[in-house]
């Protein structure tokens, strides 16, 4: 089996973090999102992966490579960005012997039996319900059960089933042909070529496809959702971080995750928080929040915050002479 991860996207949604690391690079619960998503397939039986790379594509590669130095790979780069439906079609000359695939959003982590996904016997999509489903692309399901009509971004949505980005295809010669077609007659929804216009082809020509809810999914494009994935996560099992050192006058609140060669003195940490490597906190108080590699915080209380990496955050400092009777407000 063969999965498709795209992670050309921009991240406009988590500027200023994304002007200079990919959005599947950011850590949630000690991992990189893009690798929580790699662990995920593998553990499903995934052998061979494609990354669609575009905007600051290197980084990623390089993470890939050094992360994942025996992982089958591909790399192939979307210079422009018109689309899902024009990033599956770009892999066309690697998967186009393939006798199935699964397409794994880069920004997406999902809650979901994997397994018993790529076991479907049709081609499959995971959702999920949403209360406002017009962001995203909807599903419609028939009497028997298969997916009847897929919409992208609807402004009138007849079903609340959203598309959660996983999909599994098994017709993929088909939907190349589907892609081929919208390319070649500049056939856009909302100024894109649509993953979502070459399914409703695929079932306009009699193939059968099937849907599975997922628990939980979580599309990690905004500050908030990146957030409460990382606490989720951190509440599980195997994620938080288990034998930490000792660290010099500093409480530790679990759940967090603190990655390697960190210096954290006279300080509070947690709950839900996750370090990167070699992070320097003094004199703070940090909880609900993710701090990249190589980091520095010092005298600040930090709450629902995300730092990037190499970023240095400072507080203020006062010396004081205070008389009787005063009151100093410093908010």
């Given at each position: 089996?063969?999965?498709?991860?795209p992670?050309?996207?921009?991240?406009t949604?988590?500027?200023?973090?994304?002007?200079?690391?990919?959005?599947?690079?950011?850590?949630?619960?000690?991992?990189?999102?893009?690798?929580?998503?790699?662990?995920?397939?593998?553990?499903?039986?995934?052998?061979?992966?494609?990354?669609?790379?575009?905007?600051?594509?290197?980084?990623?590669?390089?993470?890939?490579?050094?992360?994942?130095p025996?992982?089958?790979?591909?790399?192939?780069?979307?210079?422009?960005?018109?689309?899902?439906?024009?990033?599956?079609?770009?892999?066309?000359?690697?998967?186009?012997?393939?006798?199935?695939?699964?397409i794994?959003?880069?920004?997406t982590?999902?809650?979901?039996?994997?397994?018993?996904?790529?076991?479907?016997?049709?081609?499959?999509l995971?959702?999920?319900?949403?209360?406002?489903?017009?962001?995203?692309?909807?599903?419609?399901?028939?009497?028997?059960?298969?997916?009847?009509?897929?919409?992208?971004?609807?402004?009138?949505?007849?079903s609340?089933?959203?598309?959660?980005?996983?999909?599994?295809?098994?017709?993929?010669?088909?939907l190349?042909?589907?892609?081929?077609?919208?390319?070649?007659?500049?056939?856009?929804?909302?100024?894109?070529?649509?993953?979502?216009?070459?399914?409703?082809?695929?079932?306009?020509?009699?193939y059968?496809?099937?849907?599975m809810?997922?628990?939980?999914?979580?599309?990690?494009?905004?500050?908030?959702?990146?957030?409460?994935?990382n606490?989720q996560?951190?509440?599980?099992?195997?994620?938080?971080?288990?034998?930490?050192?000792?660290?010099?006058?500093?409480?530790?609140?679990?759940?967090v995750?603190?990655?390697?060669?960190?210096?954290?003195?006279?300080?509070?940490i947690?709950?839900?928080?996750?370090?990167?490597?070699?992070?320097?906190?003094?004199?703070?108080?940090?909880?609900d929040?993710?701090?990249?590699n190589?980091?520095?915080?010092?005298?600040?209380?930090?709450?629902?915050?995300?730092?990037?990496?190499?970023?240095?955050?400072?507080?203020?400092?006062?010396?004081?002479?205070?008389?009787?009777?005063?009151?100093?407000?410093?908010?």
């Amino acid at each position: 089996m063969k999965a498709i991860i795209p992670v050309a996207g921009a991240g406009t949604r988590l500027r200023p973090l994304t002007y200079t690391q990919p959005k599947s690079l950011i850590p949630v619960a000690g991992k990189p999102i893009i690798a929580l998503i790699i662990d995920q397939l593998r553990s499903a039986g995934v052998d061979e992966f494609v990354f669609i790379i575009g905007y600051l594509g290197e980084k990623i590669k390089n993470y890939v490579e050094k992360a994942y130095p025996k992982l089958k790979k591909e790399f192939v780069v979307q210079d422009s960005r018109q689309g899902l439906g024009h990033a599956i079609w770009m892999t066309k000359d690697v998967i186009k012997n393939c006798d199935e695939v699964i397409i794994f959003l880069g920004d997406t982590i999902l809650d979901l039996n994997l397994k018993a996904f790529m076991a479907e016997p049709t081609s499959c999509l995971a959702v999920k319900r949403v209360e406002d489903p017009r962001n995203f692309g909807v599903i419609e399901i028939g009497a028997e059960g298969f997916v009847t009509k897929v919409v992208e971004k609807p402004k009138i949505p007849k079903s609340n089933l959203a598309i959660v980005g996983l999909y599994k295809i098994k017709e993929v010669p088909a939907l190349l042909d589907a892609l081929d077609c919208l390319i070649k007659d500049d056939k856009r929804t909302h100024g894109e070529f649509q993953l979502t216009d070459a399914l409703m082809k695929l079932i306009g020509e009699g193939y059968k496809v099937s849907s599975m809810k997922v628990d939980n999914w979580f599309d990690c494009g905004k500050k908030e959702i990146l957030l409460e994935t990382n606490a989720q996560l951190l509440d599980k099992e195997g994620y938080a971080s288990e034998h930490l050192a000792s660290f010099d006058n500093t409480i530790i609140i679990h759940p967090v995750s603190i990655g390697k060669n960190c210096k954290i003195r006279n300080s509070i940490i947690g709950p839900h928080v996750t370090i990167g490597e070699n992070v320097n906190i003094n004199y703070s108080i940090v909880k609900d929040s993710i701090i990249g590699n190589y980091a520095l915080i010092e005298e600040v209380i930090l709450t629902q915050s995300i730092v990037g990496n190499d970023a240095a955050i400072k507080g203020l400092s006062q010396s004081l002479n205070i008389g009787d009777n005063t009151e100093i407000d410093f908010s």
